[in-house]
């Protein structure tokens, strides 16, 4: 009798089974060249798959969220509405690799009962979905349901967040080397972040980006339960926070909520991005989380400038014959602003040193005049921009900001925020429009990656996030593998502070990390090219003034790169290995490209030119680089609209060039 029951109770679970998935409602959308397809089925819960191509991208992959009231948005979903849009325009960008952004998908607005509903865009180039709420009051977000999954247990780069900071977990700095591993093969014990590289094969790759990501906590990645996907994670809204962490600088959570966020009930939650690639070049010159951006709030623009920075923190200080002693005083500013104004560069940057790391309205070094100092490089023409930590700035803003504005400041330097809850995301925002309405700049280091608020606010200049060139100063990691894999995965996100520059330059073998005199692994001409390749539109440059003036030629063609560009052109690239980039200012063009430890001839295609003849000043890898990095040659060519150009790149090399047509 008992399996009589048993088996009559199978069948009715079947046939219910079978009756909700018969009410679950299907939408298909498809990218405006119809190469990719979306699918979206609503029933028990709300999956979403992508094709590209006929090829599988990601399989069925539910998405929710869930409310501290136990509502689940997303689960068991009542459809009262749904309907597709065709958008087709042109965003005017915003200090920006590009002067226009080409804005073209295919939109579908689902509407559910109780007050809210899920957009889906699908792009030529990718695939992205968000929630919003139209609820009354307060809104409490227990968790996100997130879920990336792919149908073949495929190779990642995958950033591991590692360093915590005052031992506590989701405290980091969003800095580390991509762990090339298949998604099954993830740490169990750690979480990635954003952006992160798939290789789904057949030459494509897709990237898993967020954007728009403004009073909500940022997304992580953990393997899910199929082994061959990626879940999202989020910290945890913090509660109490206390000071911590490197230098005692950081503001580190000590207890968290049970919930990831706390917001208004009329909400546009973050875009989940994905950005598919037929070739590995397309991922140099993508505008994904751009276009997803909310645009502008600023209506006067007219007072941001971005440009060239003259960077004292990674040299320490070490200028050389001078009459005065080198270090963090007046004089040698002064000296760094003489530099700057004569190789045109826009700004310096007074680092940490100035102030206390809590207490940025009072001076403490004794030898520093700040309004000297200001004064100064107004004769000059050069912005003083102050180096600041975020705890500082978060507790002092209303009265500094308006301070050093008086007093002719350009900007701040905003430092160990080193966090991406939702109180540390909400108060970038809150940051950038407080120093908006004072006409100062900020550049956010010891941050996560950009999600667009650069073109929400574009005041704010600069991101880092991104393991730069100052750990030359203590690692020995390899750091040329890495830096031409950031062009196809972080700079997806936005721009990039990496601080290039170095001008003593070394190969794998002779190479060692000394902090006050620091080195770069490879070669000049790899140094010179991330001036092109890499987006920062407050651009470093990390070496000090003393060294530039020894190298002028190499002074004077990064000085020439502008920060940002009118059109970008990705020429050749390969994800770990090499890649190869153009970008035009005015009727100039700039051209860059960098190779890992591997030597490779490289044949670049000059078609993007226009009509007529040109001159190109290059700077290659000199015969002898592979022993002496900083071996370089250069010459000046001359080059037509649609030459082939066959360039040969040694270990770790470079190959750089600035075109001027001449009739």
Known sequence: MKTKLFGLFTIVLMSSGLLSAQ???????????????????????????????????????????????????????????????????????????KANILDQYNQLIINCKDDYGVIFRVYNDGVAYRFTTKKKGELIVKNEEANFNFTNDYKA???????????????????????????????????????????????????????????????????????????????????????????NMNLIPTKRADYIAKTDGIQNFPWRAVVISVQDKDLLNNDMVQKLASPSRLADISWIKTGNVAWDWWSDWNISHVDFRAGYNTATYKYYIDFAAANKLQYIVMDWGWSSHTDILTVIAPDINIQEIVDYGTQKGVGVVLWASWYAVT?????????????????????????????????????????????????????????????????????????????YKWATEDQPRYTVSIPFIRMMAGPMDYTPGAMRNTNKTNYRSIGAFPMSM???????????????????????????????????????????????????????????????????????????????????????????????????DGINADRDATDYKKETIKISSGE??????????????RIEKIN
């Open 644 to 657: 082939k150009l066959k360039i040969r790149l040694v270990p770790g090399g470079g190959w750089a060039a």
């Open 522 to 620: 490879g070669t000049r001409c790899n140094q010179l090219a991330m001036y092109v390749m890499y987006e920062a539109p407050f651009q470093m440059l990390a070496d000090n003034p003393t060294t530039y003036m020894k190298e002028q030629e190499c002074t004077d063609f990064i000085s020439k790169v502008p920060t940002t560009t009118d059109e970008t052109v990705a020429l050749d690239g390969k994800v770990g290995e090499y890649a190869a980039i153009a970008r035009k200012k005015g009727e100039t063009w700039f051209v860059g490209a960098m190779s890992n430890w591997t030597p490779r001839e490289l044949t670049l295609d000059f078609s993007f030119l226009g009509a007529g003849n040109y001159q190109a000043v290059v700077f290659k």
């Open 23 to 97: 009410k679950s409602k299907v939408f298909e959308l498809k990218s405006p060249d119809s190469k990719i397809a979306l699918k979206l089925e609503v029933g028990a819960k709300m999956e979403w798959s992508v094709q590209h191509d006929g090829q599988q991208i990601i399989a069925p992959s539910a998405i929710s969220l869930q409310l501290e009231s136990g509502e689940v948005l997303g689960g068991l979903a009542k459809i009262t509405s749904s309907k597709t849009e065709k958008v087709d325009q042109v965003i005017a960008a915003i200090n920006y690799k």
């Open 395 to 471: 507790q002092q803003m209303d009265q500094a900001f308006p301070k050093y504005a008086k007093m002719g400041v350009k900007g701040f330097k905003i430092d160990f925020i080193d966090r991406d809850d939702q109180i540390a995301v909400a108060s970038l925002y809150e940051i950038a429009k407080k120093a908006a309405e004072n006409h100062l700049i900020v550049d956010y280091h010891g941050a996560f990656k950009p999600t667009g608020l650069q073109r929400t606010y574009p005041n704010v200049v600069g991101y880092e996030g991104v393991k730069g060139l100052e750990n």
């Open 157 to 247: 780069f995958i950033p591991y967040m590692w360093d915590y900071r005052g031992g506590v977990k989701f405290n980091h700095s969003f800095e580390a080397l991509y762990k090339e591993i298949n998604i099954s093969k993830f740490a169990t014990d750690s979480l990635a972040f954003l952006p992160l590289l798939v290789d789904v094969g057949n030459n494509k790759k897709v990237v898993i980006l967020e954007a728009d990501l403004e009073n909500y906590p940022g997304m992580y990645l953990n393997k899910n339960q199929t082994n061959k996907g990626f879940m999202g994670v989020y910290p945890q809204y913090p509660l109490e926070s206390k000071l911590g962490g490197y230098q």
